[in-house]
């Protein structure tokens, strides 16, 4: 055990898939090491430190897979492909970062936890999902797959239909004594990846897993209240949060409390396809005991930390 200052780092998507690229391995791999900017800096100071990551593009081309192997190959649920690139996904986290330690010189472990996420098998939201997935079709495709195979789809702005899932609040993590022990002794550890693999408890106590999926942001923060990390570090595509974002009046924020970050909130300056999730994801951190929330790009993480870059969002 040592008493140094617990972080959470949740990487966005950018982190490991760019748009307009190829999703190939390769890239991941090299914008995996870019990524690691943004934890080296943490690492150097001493921080004990858990990492999540998003899924989102991995996830849709693992359903992809899915689909184009239909009749060919046994199909894989959701919640084991959520599982399968949270598996894949912390391979490479690992690994890159276990190299970028050694050439630094810094001795410290690496792992990869597969994470199973708690949820509540009565959520509201999975009596209407929203989580879009996968492919984009036409709608006579989409709706002939909903009769199918039991889907839900719904319009996807002007490019066509796609699968609806839902994406249930998390509420606990199994692993999360392990993770924090784990932490604590000073390892650094991948986990909650792609929001990690949901589950519900049954009536007896054990687990099972459902066909949806869970928010990376909102996962961070549980795991950040079930291992006592007082910073949750949120890396997105932009530096900083701003109110009336894209507008003429656009104004970034540079330092709000969690009453600002909820009037805001309820003001809707935060869509909830973008930048709702992660303001989400801080007031539930800093409700749950966390001292310090930071968003911000992964190129001004470093500077986060120290108060001169990004936004932080601290208790009333």
């Given at each position: 055990?040592?008493?140094?200052?617990?972080a959470?780092?949740?990487?966005?998507?950018n982190?490991i898939?760019?748009?307009?690229?190829?999703?190939?391995?390769?890239?991941?791999?090299?914008?995996?090491?870019?990524?690691?900017?943004?934890?080296?800096?943490?690492?150097?100071?001493?921080?004990n430190?858990?990492?999540?990551?998003?899924?989102?593009?991995?996830v849709?081309?693992?359903?992809?897979?899915?689909?184009?192997?239909?009749?060919k190959?046994p199909?894989?649920?959701?919640?084991?492909?959520?599982?399968?690139?949270?598996?894949?996904?912390?391979?490479?986290?690992?690994?890159?970062?276990?190299?970028?330690?050694?050439?630094?010189?810094?001795?410290?472990?690496v792992?990869?936890?597969?994470?199973?996420?708690?949820?509540?098998?009565?959520?509201?939201?999975?009596?209407?999902?929203?989580?879009?997935?996968g492919?984009?079709y036409?709608?006579?495709?989409?709706?002939?797959?909903?009769?199918e195979?039991?889907?839900?789809?719904?319009?996807?702005?002007?490019?066509?239909?796609?699968?609806v899932?839902?994406?249930?609040?998390?509420?606990?993590?199994v692993?999360?004594?392990?993770?924090?022990?784990?932490?604590?002794?000073g390892?650094?550890?991948?986990?909650?990846?792609?929001?990690?693999?949901?589950?519900?408890?049954?009536?007896?106590?054990?687990?099972?897993?459902l066909?949806?999926?869970?928010?990376k942001?909102?996962?961070?923060?549980?795991?950040?209240?079930?291992?006592?990390?007082?910073?949750?570090?949120?890396?997105?595509?932009?530096d900083?949060v701003?109110?009336?974002?894209?507008?003429?009046?656009?104004?970034?924020?540079?330092?709000?409390?969690?009453?600002?970050?909820?009037?805001?909130?309820?003001?809707?300056?935060?869509?909830?396809?973008?930048?709702?999730?992660?303001?989400?994801?801080?007031?539930?951190?800093?409700?749950?005991?966390?001292?310090?929330v930071?968003?911000?790009?992964?190129d001004?993480a470093?500077?986060?930390?120290?108060?001169?870059?990004?936004?932080?969002?601290?208790?009333?």
């Amino acid at each position: 055990m040592n008493s140094h200052p617990t972080a959470v780092v949740a990487l966005g998507g950018n982190a490991i898939s760019r748009k307009g690229e190829a999703d190939t391995i390769a890239n991941q791999f090299r914008h995996t090491r870019e990524s690691l900017a943004a934890i080296i800096p943490l690492v150097k100071r001493g921080y004990n430190l858990a990492i999540s990551h998003g899924n989102g593009p991995q996830v849709g081309n693992a359903i992809l897979r899915v689909e184009l192997a239909r009749e060919k190959a046994p199909i894989l649920p959701l919640g084991v492909c959520v599982a399968d690139t949270e598996g894949g996904m912390g391979y490479m986290i690992a690994q890159s970062l276990q190299n970028r330690l050694l050439h630094e010189g810094i001795d410290r472990a690496v792992s990869a936890i597969l994470t199973q996420v708690i949820v509540d098998r009565n959520d509201p939201d999975l009596a209407n999902p929203s989580k879009f997935i996968g492919q984009f079709y036409s709608q006579e495709d989409a709706q002939r797959f909903a009769a199918e195979r039991g889907w839900v789809v719904k319009p996807d702005g002007d490019r066509g239909w796609r699968r609806v899932v839902g994406s249930p609040t998390p509420k606990g993590i199994v692993e999360g004594p392990v993770i924090r022990a784990m932490v604590a002794g000073g390892a650094i550890v991948i986990a909650a990846g792609g929001g990690g693999i949901p589950v519900y408890i049954e009536t007896d106590g054990t687990l099972e897993g459902l066909d949806v999926v869970v928010d990376k942001d909102r996962a961070s923060a549980v795991l950040g209240r079930e291992i006592g990390a007082q910073t949750l570090i949120i890396l997105t595509e932009v530096d900083q949060v701003a109110l009336n974002y894209g507008k003429p009046n656009q104004r970034f924020l540079s330092r709000i409390t969690i009453s600002e970050a909820k009037q805001y909130y309820a003001e809707k300056h935060f869509p909830p396809g973008s930048m709702g999730p992660k303001i989400e994801a801080a007031i539930t951190f800093l409700e749950s005991g966390g001292e310090k929330v930071l968003i911000t790009s992964i190129d001004r993480a470093g500077e986060a930390v120290d108060g001169n870059a990004g936004t932080t969002i601290v208790p009333d």
